[in-house]
């Protein structure tokens, strides 16, 4: 599980963060995730962040899906 | 007067006359409400459509509006679903003691408001006031009174197949508003409840075609649920596609936060209709015409498959069956 | 929304499902463990992308449905006692319990609020000093950090009055049982995406060392589904199990260190009784005696009637996978999400609530062939 969602840090507070979404803001404590920084994206669960988003892999694993697109459609 | 409202304004007698003369009056007046009879006299011909319904929204003041507006717009749209021009409102308010006066005057501003944009009269009303505890702030019921021109025959039972599905803009404000507002789910942004009254754009639609078949307004349960009663009552099914229904970005956001889906949260100032297909680009171009209207969207079109039954088009191409709101709409943590 | 909407792309989903189809040989079967995910294949139609080569099952990931029915009975029954306020996650209000639910218990007066967050809870407890605020703490490990975090700071503010009822499950240790049952024969498992950003990958190496058994771990988007599946299909074809990680930007090899030190401080580890399956040794946390001044089960006693199931209810062998939710004879006729029977059906996570909700005509006979392949 569970339902955690991606959502930007805009700015630190202690362990407590503000966060957004497409617009949306949210208090979140980032107890869980001491190495955010700002810009970060981190998931958001129940009220914590519980990891913090590596871009780098993020940008991979759509190469990865783009190249196997375009092998499809060669057939 | 004092600040907040007591048992004896409800009572009948001096302080309940001086409520309604210094706070209801001043704003609603009108030639019939200022008569204060037991009963409000009008004249109307022809088909007339009625309407009630009663407000208990928490929290009672909400961004884009309160429970006053809400109040107003609720049954203003009951009476424009069926193709009725709204004319007269009653307004019955239970009031908890202890409810502040201030308020109480900020909710009948919102009102007033309404009823102009309207352009509808409150005739009628009246104030009953409970023990503290009895009731939560402030219940609100309306009820309503329009006209219906000949010729008109709108209702849930007339769509048929090959019909189009319009709806006339994003899903899911009001719902996402009242629910950042509540405890726990503390999330903030700039979105507003949707709540308007619908009555000029219906009538603008009907002013280009005599082709509507349905009209509803997707209030609790959302699309899915009205789709759903559309369905059921005309006995035909209702193909939607999904990339079709427009929808903010914060609410996705927020409905992604909770685990919620848009096309069941509540709307109130969306209309559903159902038109026939050689008049749906028409009525379109008019909806967006109208502020209420400006993403207006044909979402899809009525079926003889699956009568009863509402299938969507994923946004990744298969389809699955959108049922009604079935129990509450809970956030979920998985 | 950024790292969702991407992953949602129709053209890069089409290609997925193209290059599975072309590599699926062998019929296999596959069980995610995650509500979340049985929920979003099913919101996405990901059964009707994949060929019918993949048979899907859900396994028991809803950490509602698997809250014993003893548990939820205790629940109701704090929620009863006087100056008691109860805070749970939503979806566990309407479960029934053997008499009764959360909600019905809120109807007859109890003071029962649904919160997002434990944070929201503590903050309740702040609020009523002279009330005891008793948090459901229901959850697998995604979960947990935030109640052992919530835990910690209720006791840096110095704050006596808030309790968690600790009710918290571990994913690697039902999945063990089930696989040693045999009761379900798979050949992959969809790991839990959220679960392993706090647990790593590490935890699930048993499954293809011990029972042969592909582990991929996903995400929660289509496209995650379908590029775990994609990498479950290779793995089984080639006859080469092992644990993968198909859901990189959110879960590292390690998992969150700083989040399971601090789970592991609150918490020990102990037997859990779990809805379908029964007592799985090793399953459940449980608090600490150091900080067992938060517990539920130290500071109150409840007295308990006999737990019961609901008569004809299959939840139990829908959580472990044994039977798909059309099975239950009274799966949309008896037990609907407006009058549900058993907790799958409650839930949004649930198999039969995802099954009830999306369900779609052509799905439908992807079910009935799925039946005739349990049958058979």
Known sequence: ?75 | ?334 | MKFIDEYQDNKLARGLAYKIAKRSTKTIRLMEFCGGHTHAILRYGIRQLVPKTVEMRSGPGCPVCVTATADLDKAIALAHLPDVIITTFGDMIRVPGSYSSLQQAKAEGADVRIVYSTIDAVEIAKANPKKSVIFIGIGFETTAPTIAASILKAQQEKIENFYVLSLNKLTPPVMKALLDSGEVKLDGIIGPGHVSVIIGSHPYEFIPRDYRVACVISGFEPLDILLCIDKLVEQIEKGEPKVEIAYPRGVRAGGNRKAWQLTERVFEIGEANWRGIGIVPQSGLKIRKKYERFDADEAFSVSLNLSREPKGCRCGDVIRGAAMPLECKLFRKVCTPESPVGPCMVSSEGACAAYYQYGTPENLQGFKADMEQVDG
């Open chain 2, 1 to 334: 007067m004092d600040d907040s409202i007591l048992l004896a304004h409800g009572s009948g007698g001096k302080l309940s006359h001086e409520l309604v003369e210094k706070k209801f009056l001043p704003f609603l007046a009108n030639p019939a409400l200022n008569k204060l009879d037991d009963s409000a006299i009008f004249e109307a011909s022809g088909r007339l459509a009625f309407t009630t319904d009663s407000y208990v929204v928490n929290p009672i003041f909400f961004p884009g509006g309160d429970i006053g507006k809400l109040a107003v717009c609720g049954t203003v749209n009951d009476l424009s679903m069926n193709g009725a021009r709204p004319l007269y409102l009653s307004l019955s308010a239970i009031i908890e003691e202890g409810f502040p006066l201030s308020e109480l005057e900020q909710i009948v501003q919102s009102i007033k408001k309404a009823a102009e944009e309207a352009e509808v009269a409150i005739i009628t009303g009246d104030t009953k006031v409970v023990n503290r505890g009895q009731a939560d702030k402030l219940f609100i019921t309306t009820s309503g009174v329009g006209t219906i021109s000949s010729g008109v025959d709108i209702s849930g039972a007339n769509a048929r197949a090959g019909d189009k599905v319009l709806l006339s803009g994003t899903i899911g404000d009001h719902g996402i508003t009242i629910m950042s507002q509540r405890e726990g789910l503390r999330f903030a942004m700039t979105l507003e409840s949707d709540c308007a009254p619908l009555n000029k754009l219906v009538s603008q639609m009907l002013e280009v075609s005599s082709r509507i078949h349905c009209l509803r307004d997707p209030t609790r349960g959302g699309l899915a649920t009205t789709l759903n009663e559309l369905a059921r009552q005309s006995n035909i099914g209702i193909v939607v596609e999904e990339a079709k229904i427009p929808v903010k970005e914060e609410v996705k956001a927020a409905c992604e936060l909770l685990g919620l889906d848009p096309v069941y949260v509540a709307n109130e100032g969306k209309l559903v209709a159902i038109v026939d297909p050689a008049d749906a680009d028409k009525i379109l171009a008019r909806m967006r015409k109208n502020r209420y209207g400006r993403d207006a969207a044909i979402i899809g079109e009525v079926t003889e498959e699956h009568p009863g039954k509402v299938v969507m088009k994923t946004k990744l191409g298969p389809s699955r069956i959108v049922d009604m709101l079935s129990g509450e709409l809970l956030p979920r943590i998985c």
């Open chain 1, 1 to 75: 599980m569970c339902l955690a969602i991606p959502v930007k840090i805009v700015s630190i507070d202690g362990d407590e963060a503000e966060t957004e979404i497409a617009g949306v803001r949210r208090r979140v404590s980032i107890a869980l995730t001491p190495e955010a920084k700002l810009g970060d994206y981190v998931l958001l669960h129940t009220g914590y962040a519980i990891g913090v988003i590596d871009e780098a892999e993020a940008n991979e694993t759509l190469k990865l899906l783009e190249e196997i697109a375009s092998l499809s459609e060669v057939h």
